[in-house]
C-alpha cells in the first residue's frame, strides 16, 4: 500500500466513524425526545470503557434497565483519564454537561435519586441493606477470580489480550505480539501473580466462582432475578463478573455453560432487561436462599476487608492474610476497599432501631456480624464530604497511580503512532 492510499483509506475510515456517530447521536436524540428527557442536562452521558470490563459492563446494564441513553466510548478521554475522574480506571463517565464521574457504586446510588421510576435499590430498608453487601460482594471479592481466569489461562489470555490491544492500542504502530503480551504480563502483574494469585492459592481463588455459580443456579431456578420478578442492585453487582468476565471469556463462559446453565441464561436476562418492558416486583424480604452467599461474606469477603483495612491503617502497602485456609500473601492494600467496609457500617447506622435489630440478627446467623465490626476506626479518608460520584476515584484494587504509570498497557513512550 502506497501512503497515498493509505493516506485515502485513513480518510474514508474516519468519514464512516464520523457517520455512524452521526447516526447514533441522531438515533439517541429521538430516543430522548420520545422519552420527554430532551432537556436533561446530563443525558445522553459518554461511557468510557473497553467492551470487556467488568465495571463498564455493570453500569451500562443499569443504564439499559433504566432507558437512559449513552454511548459508550472505547478509548479512555482524551487528556488522560487519571487526570479528568482522579483515578486511572473505567468507566469514566461524561455526563452531557460535561462533568465527569466515576465509581459505579456511587454512580448507580446517584443515578437511582435521579431516575426512582424504576428504583434498582430496594425501598424496603432491610432488603437494601443486603443487595448493597452482595453489590460489595460481587464488585470486590469476585474481582480476583475474574482476572485470575482472564489472565492465567493461556487460551483466554490470548483471546483477551488480543480483544484489547485492537481496541486500546490499535493506532500504536507495534507488532500484535508485543503488543498482546504486554498487556498479559501487565495484567498478571497487576491483578494476578501481583495480587495473591499462586500456586498456594489458585484452588481457592477458582473456588470463588464456582461457589457463586452454584449459589445463585439454586437461587434462579426459583425466579428470574435474584430478588424476584425485576432485576435490582443485587443482579447488577453479580452482572459485572458474571457478563463480561464469566461468561464471556473461554475457560469460564465454558464452566458456566456446562455447570450453571440458569446463570448463562440470567446474564442475557439482565443484560436484556429494560423497565417498560421486563416489569416486575421485588420481594419485600431477604429471601433464605441468600444465605450461601452471606455465609461467603462472613467467612471469605469480610475477614479480607478487615485484613485490608487493619494493613491500611498500619501504613502497609501490602499485607499476608489467611482466608478459608488459603494463604493470601503479597496482597495490595486498598485504601478504596477499606471505604467499603465504611460504607456497608454507615448504611447500617442509617437504618432505624427495629431494621438495624433484624439486620443484626441476620448476619449474626451468617458470622458477618463480628468482622463488620471488629475494625476500630478504618478512616480511609475517602469522600469525606459524601460527593460521590463527584468526588476524585480511588483505585479499587490499590494499584497506585505511580504502579499505574510504570504498567502501561504498551510502551507507547517508546512506540511510533501511526500518522
Ligand atoms: N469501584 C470502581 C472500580 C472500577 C475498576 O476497577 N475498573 C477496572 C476495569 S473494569 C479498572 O479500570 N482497573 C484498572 C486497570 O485496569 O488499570 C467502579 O465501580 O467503577
Not at 428470574?224 to 420478578?229: I, K, Q, R
Request: glycine share 8%; net charge negative; proline share 7%.
Amino acid at each position: 500500500m502506497t501512503m497515498t492510499d493509505r493516506n485515502a483509506a485513513k480518510i474514508a475510515k474516519g468519514s464512516a466513524e464520523l457517520d455512524t456517530r452521526a447516526q447514533e447521536r441522531a438515533g439517541i436524540e429521538s430516543r430522548l425526545a420520545m422519552q420527554g428527557m430532551e432537556g436533561d442536562s446530563i443525558l445522553p452521558m459518554q461511557v468510557h470503557g473497553p467492551e470487556v470490563s467488568y465495571f463498564t459492563g455493570k453500569l451500562e446494564a443499569v443504564l439499559r434497565f433504566k432507558e437512559l441513553p449513552y454511548q459508550r466510548v472505547a478509548q479512555p478521554p482524551g487528556p488522560g483519564l487519571e487526570r479528568t475522574t482522579g483515578v486511572a480506571q473505567v468507566p469514566g463517565v461524561q455526563l452531557a454537561d460535561r462533568r465527569w464521574i466515576t465509581d459505579t457504586t456511587p454512580i448507580i446510588a446517584w443515578l437511582d435519586e435521579r431516575y426512582p421510576e424504576p428504583s434498582v435499590i430496594p425501598h424496603q430498608p432491610v432488603v437494601a441493606f443486603f443487595s448493597r453487601l452482595l453489590e460489595d460482594y460481587a464488585d470486590e471479592w469476585l474481582w480476583r477470580p475474574a482476572m485470575h481466569y482472564r489472565w492465567d489461562y493461556p487460551q483466554d489470555a490470548h483471546h483477551l489480550s488480543r480483544i484489547l490491544a485492537d481496541e486500546l492500542t490499535g493506532e500504536v504502530s507495534l507488532p500484535g505480539f508485543i503488543k498482546r503480551n504486554f498487556i498479559r504480563g501487565r495484567q498478571r502483574a497487576l491483578f494476578t501473580t501481583g495480587d495473591g494469585v499462586g500456586p498456594a492459592t489458585w484452588d481457592h481463588v477458582e473456588k470463588i466462582y464456582l461457589d457463586s455459580l452454584a449459589h445463585l443456579r439454586a437461587i434462579l431456578k426459583t425466579r428470574p432475578y435474584l430478588l424476584g420478578t425485576r432485576p435490582s442492585l443485587a443482579d447488577f453487582g453479580f452482572f459485572g463478573p458474571m457478563f463480561r468476565h464469566f461468561g464471556h471469556d473461554p475457560t469460564g463462559s465454558s464452566i458456566m455453560r456446562e455447570t450453571a446453565p440458569e446463570v448463562y441464561e440470567w446474564v442475557a436476562r439482565v443484560w436484556n432487561a429494560r423497565a417498560s418492558v421486563t416489569g416486575g416486583e421485588l420481594l419485600g424480604q431477604v429471601p433464605d436462599d441468600w444465605g450461601p452467599i452471606l455465609d461467603s461474606i462472613g467467612s471469605a469477603y469480610l475477614p479480607y476487608l478487615c485484613a485490608n483495612a487493619e494493613a491500611w491503617k498500619a501504613g502497609r502497602s501490602h499485607f499476608d492474610v489467611d482466608i478459608e485456609g488459603a494463604p493470601y500473601r503479597r496482597i495490595r492494600t486498598a485504601r478504596y476497599r477499606v471505604w467499603c467496609l465504611e460504607e456497608l457500617r454507615r448504611h447500617f447506622g442509617e437504618l432505624v432501631e427495629s431494621d438495624q435489630r433484624e439486620v443484626r440478627t441476620s448476619l449474626e446467623a451468617h458470622g458477618c456480624w463480628e468482622p463488620l465490626w471488629s475494625v476500630e476506626s478504618p478512616e480511609s479518608g475517602i469522600d469525606p464530604q459524601r460527593e460521590a460520584p463527584f468526588s476524585p476515584g480511588h483505585s479499587a484494587t490499590g494499584v497506585g497511580s505511580g504502579e499505574a504509570a510504570k504498567r502501561r498497557w504498551v510502551p507507547v513512550a517508546t512506540a511510533r503512532r501511526s500518522q
